[in-house]
């Protein structure tokens, strides 16, 4: 069965380092999200992007974010200089065709600690 | 604008009882509405979904969910606990199937199980 990937399961950075997490999202899906959670807290959308565009994105998606597909596979968040209040798990999802049901698929998310 | 709420934050039943884990929801237009689940140090799996076909909605591992409009309300069920139903549930609002919008999360309803 086909599945989202999420490299790597744990990052450890300090402090105004950039971090890249990188995810593989389902081969024929269009839509793609990032997602995250601090810990204890409930899982927060963070961009949404279809066909090369960011379609959506919310506040927390300053610009310190940046998202990319660069090869029609992966699916990258960047954050440029990372803020300790940036620990959390971040996730990825992707959707399949237009029109089609909006279910997204997560992948096991990707566990950044920023020292 | 959408939004869930999830009516308790942590539910605990012996093994074999019922279970319930209570959501309401607001949506300005015809919501899609998930039930995720989140299993410790694992990614978020989809249990079931409610996408304006049946208003009762049968889901993975035993698990259905009945939507109520007059109610607003979305409420997970399951006639018997197994042990391995402890975990941390999610339910989860999204606009109309089509769109690129992205998924509202509650607040979570960790649900333990005793012998």
């Known amino acids: 069965e086909p599945e989202v990937t999420q490299t790597p399961s744990h990052q450890v950075t300090q402090m105004g380092q950039e971090v890249i997490l990188r995810c593989v999202p389902i081969?024929?899906?269009?839509?793609f999200y990032w997602y995250r959670q601090i810990l204890g807290q409930k899982v927060e959308f963070l961009v949404s992007f279809y066909n090369n565009e960011i379609s959506e994105k919310s506040e927390i998606f300053d610009d310190q974010f940046s998202v990319e597909r660069p090869d029609g596979s992966n699916f990258t968040l960047k954050i440029r200089s990372t803020k300790l209040e940036d620990s959390a798990m971040y996730f990825c999802a992707s959707r399949g065709l237009a029109g089609g049901p909006n279910e997204q698929f997560f992948g096991p998310g990707t566990r950044l600690t920023v020292l | 604008a959408q939004s869930v709420t999830q009516l308790d934050s942590h539910v605990s039943v012996s093994e074999g009882t019922p279970v319930l884990l209570r959501c309401n929801y607001s949506s300005s237009y015809s919501p899609s509405l998930f039930w995720y689940v989140q299993h410790p140090n694992k990614g978020l799996q989809l249990l079931l979904k409610?996408?304006?076909?049946?208003?009762l909605v049968k889901g993975i591992n035993g698990f259905e969910a009945e939507f109520k409009k007059s109610e607003t309300s979305f409420h997970l069920t399951k006639p018997s606990a197994h042990m391995s139903d402890a975990a941390e549930y999610f339910c989860v609002v999204s606009a109309p199937t089509g769109t690129a919008s992205k998924l509202t999360f509650g607040t979570g309803t960790r649900l333990q199980v005793t012998l």
């Open positions: 409610y996408t304006s076909a049946a208003t």
């Open positions: 081969s024929n899906h269009l839509y």
